[in-house]
């Protein structure tokens, strides 16, 4: 069984950019989460989606975005790069997206780099 | 709002050494708390989990026990292995935020030979 595959694992961007990164979940599961990872913040709460809506959301500005589609991939699009977007960015699936179940599995990441 | 609150690392331990990772979490309601683990250059693992109090989770040889009284689920090892080098995060979730999980900092462990 495929795990979860995140696009493009490493790009490099410079600051007023826009980029988006793909997710695709594990097969069968509906819920995507985005995480943020940072040296200093550490790991930070994005959003999640539960079929194609959004459940979920943390406590970022509004150039980060993220939708869901019919087939539960999922893509993020962050707008108008700053240096401290530059973070290691985390995709995680899970089958219902009810929390008693406990388990997220997660992507290797995403790495971007904002010069 | 809802946080956790791990010990800082790096944490050095010499093989077959028992490991105690501390971690502390505050929360309205009744969460369920995991230990995720990041080896180099890989995303989240579980490690394990537990959803109630007094509950013990345990896995490939950690254990973490649910605490209610002292909102804390600390993580042990017996007997580490070189292979253990990772960095470990203790992390919660309310069941009324859905998915959102609430991440420690993470505690880098190195185990030397």
């Known amino acids: ?115 | 709002g809802d946080s956790v609150t791990q010990m800082e690392g790096p944490v050095t331990l010499s093989e077959e050494a028992f490991l105690t990772i501390n971690c502390t979490y505050t929360a309205t309601g009744y969460p369920s708390l995991f230990w995720y683990v990041q080896y180099p250059g890989e995303g989240l693992q579980l490690l394990l989990k537990a959803t109630k109090a007094d509950d013990k989770g345990s896995n490939k040889g950690f254990e973490a026990t649910y605490r209610k009284e002292t909102t804390s689920f600390h993580l042990e090892k017996g007997s580490v292995q070189v292979s253990d080098s990772a960095v470990y995060f203790c992390a919660l979730s309310d069941r009324a935020a859905g998915n959102k999980l609430t991440f420690g900092g993470g505690t880098r462990v190195l185990v030397k030979p």
């Open chain 1, 1 to 115: 069984k495929a795990g979860v595959t995140q696009t493009p694992r490493y790009l490099i961007k410079t600051r007023g950019q826009q980029v988006t990164l793909s997710c695709s979940p594990i097969s069968g599961h509906r819920s995507v989460s985005w995480y943020q990872q940072t040296p200093g913040q550490g790991l930070q709460f994005l959003f999640e989606y539960f079929s194609e809506t959004q459940r979920n959301k943390g406590n970022f500005p509004g150039r980060f975005s993220g939708r869901q589609f019919s087939n539960s991939r999922s893509e993020m699009n962050v707008s108008t790069l700053e240096l401290g977007d530059s973070a290691l960015y985390l995709c995680a699936s899970s089958l219902d997206g009810r929390s008693d179940t406990g388990e997220l599995f997660f992507g290797e990441g995403s790495r971007l780099t904002v010069l």
